[in-house]
């Protein structure tokens, strides 16, 4: 699963042709036999679109990294998309749990707007599973839940009453206290799994445990939703429903809360809609949040002034696909946030509209 360490390190790259290339794809037979020649076609369409700016010699390099990178792609692993980012230096393969539009991008930095997108659109979130024989933490994109197994995760609780005999002695208020403990050490080892990025957090498990972890964690604010229940043994599948319904309400709280901000700034005076006025404010760090409608993106150049101009269609390396792209990846790079909303709900602000910091 991409993560944000991931999107972080893409963005922050420039290199001359940056080749992107995008597509959805299938999790199951027979449908996902046409994704190996979808792969091919827009491979070929990569190859004769840098063959026609750059001389053979420059491209040597980076088609042997394709070729190599595409060798690699383990087709019945494959989600919902597919993700390939090449240059002279990278070579990153990504399989993603949301669909993104097929696309070959040609730029001087790697298309991220539809991961960032898909990292939005399908909300992400953790979700911990309480237990004192195997406490799990899973990672949510959406309706796709992925169980971290890295050597810390499933954590086991050690000591009395778990590994060892309980003393003799050993009241209700011992078992307790030693519970708490427990749940202290496995909210520090999420904390640092949490660094990155604040994201949602379900807790799951007996009630008693979810109620001793909310008492000792350090961020009980990013808990935004509980599952009661015994889930040692629970399958993905089983707890998928679960999740997702709580997920629903996670989001569409989100989309909520973002536009009523909108209307409070609007009223302060601190929004701008005007794309070249968005694109130049976002390079400039003033951007708090930043609303964009679901698939509003447009080709555009900066001008010799250091100004966005957009234009009709895409095509050299002096042109962005999406402006739109561009400044997502500005506001997230000055500590900004990015929310998605549908289609039309930005209309009265040209389907893109930033909150200003001052």
């Given at each position: 699963?991409?993560?944000?360490?991931d999107?972080?390190?893409?963005?922050?790259?420039?290199?001359?042709?940056?080749?992107?290339?995008?597509?959805?794809?299938?999790?199951?037979?027979?449908?996902?036999?046409?994704?190996?020649?979808?792969?091919?076609?827009?491979?070929?369409?990569?190859?004769?679109?840098?063959?026609?700016?750059?001389?053979?010699?420059?491209?040597?390099?980076?088609?042997?990294?394709?070729?190599?990178?595409?060798?690699?792609?383990d087709?019945?692993?494959?989600?919902?998309?597919?993700?390939?980012?090449?240059?002279?230096?990278?070579?990153?393969?990504?399989?993603?749990?949301?669909?993104?539009?097929?696309?070959?991008?040609i730029?001087?930095?790697?298309?991220?707007?539809?991961?960032?997108?898909?990292?939005?659109?399908?909300?992400?979130?953790?979700?911990?599973?309480?237990?004192?024989?195997?406490?799990?933490?899973?990672?949510?994109?959406?309706?796709?839940?992925?169980?971290?197994?890295?050597?810390?995760?499933?954590?086991?609780?050690?000591g009395?009453?778990?590994?060892?005999?309980?003393?003799?002695?050993?009241?209700?208020s011992?078992?307790d206290?030693?519970?708490?403990?427990?749940?202290?050490?496995?909210?520090?080892?999420?904390t640092?799994y949490?660094?990155?990025?604040?994201?949602?957090?379900?807790?799951?498990?007996v009630?008693?445990?979810?109620?001793?972890?909310?008492?000792?964690?350090?961020?009980?604010?990013?808990?935004?939703?509980?599952?009661?229940?015994?889930?040692?043994?629970?399958?993905?599948?089983?707890?998928?429903?679960?999740?997702?319904?709580?997920?629903?309400?996670?989001?569409?709280?989100?989309?909520?809360?973002?536009?009523?901000?909108?209307?409070?700034?609007?009223?302060?005076?601190?929004?701008?809609?005007?794309?070249?006025?968005?694109?130049?404010?976002?390079?400039?760090?003033?951007?708090?949040?930043?609303?964009?409608?679901?698939?509003?993106?447009?080709?555009?150049?900066?001008?010799?002034?250091?100004?966005?101009?957009?234009?009709?269609?895409?095509g050299?390396?002096?042109?962005?696909?999406?402006?739109?792209?561009?400044?997502?990846?500005?506001?997230?790079?000055?500590?900004?946030?990015?929310?998605?909303?549908?289609?039309?709900?930005?209309?009265?602000?040209?389907?893109?509209?930033?909150?200003?910091?001052?």
């Open positions: 699963m991409i993560t944000r360490q999107l972080n390190y893409l963005q922050s790259l420039t290199q001359v042709p940056a080749l992107s290339i995008l597509l959805p794809t299938h999790r199951t037979f027979p449908d996902n036999k046409q994704d190996p020649i979808r792969v091919k076609n827009l491979v070929d369409e990569a190859t004769e679109r840098l063959k026609a700016e750059f001389s053979a010699r420059d491209l040597e390099p980076l088609l042997q990294r394709l070729a190599t990178l595409v060798s690699e792609i087709y019945p692993y494959a989600l919902d998309g597919l993700a390939l980012f090449v240059s002279h230096d990278v070579a990153q393969l990504y399989y993603l749990p949301f669909t993104v539009p097929e696309r070959v991008v730029d001087q930095t790697f298309a991220t707007r539809d991961l960032v997108y898909g990292m939005h659109r399908q909300l992400r979130y953790w979700v911990l599973l309480l237990s004192q024989a195997s406490t799990r933490l899973l990672a949510g994109t959406g309706e796709t839940l992925e169980e971290v197994q890295d050597g810390t995760f499933p954590m086991q609780m050690t009395p009453g778990a590994t060892t005999a309980l003393p003799y002695e050993a009241d209700s011992y078992i206290e030693h519970h708490r403990r427990f749940f202290q050490q496995v909210d520090t080892v999420l640092e949490a660094k990155a990025e604040t994201l949602p957090l379900i807790v799951g498990g009630d008693r445990q979810v109620s001793f972890f909310q008492e000792v964690s350090q961020q009980p604010a990013a808990i935004t939703g509980t599952l009661s229940g015994n889930f040692d043994k629970s399958t993905l599948a089983e707890l998928t429903p679960q999740v997702w319904s709580i997920v629903e309400s996670i989001r569409d709280a989100q989309q909520a809360s973002a536009l009523q901000e909108l209307d409070e700034a609007m009223g302060a005076q601190k929004v701008v809609s005007e794309i070249a006025e968005v694109w130049r404010l976002a390079q400039d760090g003033r951007g708090k949040l930043l609303l964009v409608e679901k698939t509003y993106h447009v080709p555009a150049i900066v001008t010799e002034a250091g100004n966005l101009e957009l234009v009709e269609q895409v050299g390396t002096d042109v962005m696909d999406d402006a739109v792209d561009e400044i997502i990846e500005a506001v997230l790079a000055k500590g900004g946030d990015i929310v998605f909303v549908e289609n039309g709900a930005l209309s009265e602000h040209h389907h893109i509209a930033l909150l200003l910091r001052y």
